[in-house]
């Protein structure tokens, strides 16, 4: 048990997906796991844990944004002793090359949020993915002929923000393919940790044209990806 996951001991699998909505962790329990059960509920942040192709797994509700993302995140590793966390998310595309639906494989996150600052004052640690699920991902992509990009993203503490054209200048100046707001806590979190991560994003909109994916179509480009996260957790094939 631990202050925001209200869990027995040993109720949370070793391998954990992370979504910022709960009832998209629900609905990934509900379409993707058998024998499923719901292990927390505090604040309506569901996680469960159930079996895809028999093995166990679990999935988690964070909330939106650095700081929520990292009280899941954090609980899990230090109290639930997982090994690895894969975030399946959303972006908003910030690359013309880079199509709604589509997925980013999120390498590394470049950032503005103000958590590594205050951990690491003037040291400017640079949040990445594992190499090998990364590896893994990507290579399983291809081989499904997905549309998947690997690259960096850029993780951001606002949604509505002011400043946005400016950083998104500069981000795309330097490669990031997308903006979002929580790769960089994981990718931070896993290092500090010694843990497995990784981030899967499908692009739900444009920060360039301002289209956005309506929420129907979100649900299949989403549940590829979904099914991406697990294999990468479980294939043996690579
Ligand atoms: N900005 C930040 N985070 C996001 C976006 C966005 O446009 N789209 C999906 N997550």
């Known amino acids: 048990?631990?202050?925001?996951?209200?869990?027995?001991?040993?109720?949370?699998?070793?391998?954990?997906l992370l979504c910022g909505d709960p009832l998209r962790a629900k609905h990934i329990a509900q379409t993707f796991f058998t024998d499923s059960s719901c292990y927390n509920e505090i604040r309506g942040m569901y996680g469960y844990t159930g079996l895809w192709q028999g093995h166990r797994v679990s999935v988690q509700g964070t909330g939106m944004g650095m700081p929520s993302f990292s009280i899941y995140a954090h609980e899990l590793i230090a109290d639930y002793k997982v090994r690895g966390l894969i975030r399946v998310g959303t972006c908003g595309t910030i690359s013309e090359k880079i199509g709604l639906k589509e997925i980013i494989i999120a390498q590394a996150a470049d950032n503005d949020g103000g958590i590594n600052e205050s951990r690491f004052g003037s040291y400017c640690f640079a949040p990445c993915a594992s190499f090998s699920w990364l590896h893994k991902a990507y290579s399983l992509a291809l081989e499904q002929k997905l549309t998947a990009t690997v690259g960096t993203v850029f993780t951001s503490d606002q949604f509505y923000d002011g400043k946005i054209k400016e950083k998104m200048a500069v981000a795309k100046s330097l490669g990031a393919l997308a903006i979002e707001m929580e790769t960089c806590e994981l990718y931070t979190l896993a290092a500090l940790n010694q843990v497995q991560a990784l981030s899967l994003l499908t692009v739900s909109d444009s920060l360039l044209t301002g289209e956005q994916v309506p929420p129907l179509e979100r649900q299949v480009a989403f549940n590829e990806m979904v099914t991406l996260a697990l294999e990468t957790f479980f294939s043996d094939t690579l």
């Open 1 to 16: 048990m631990s202050i925001h996951i209200v869990a027995k001991k040993g109720s949370v699998a070793e391998f954990v």
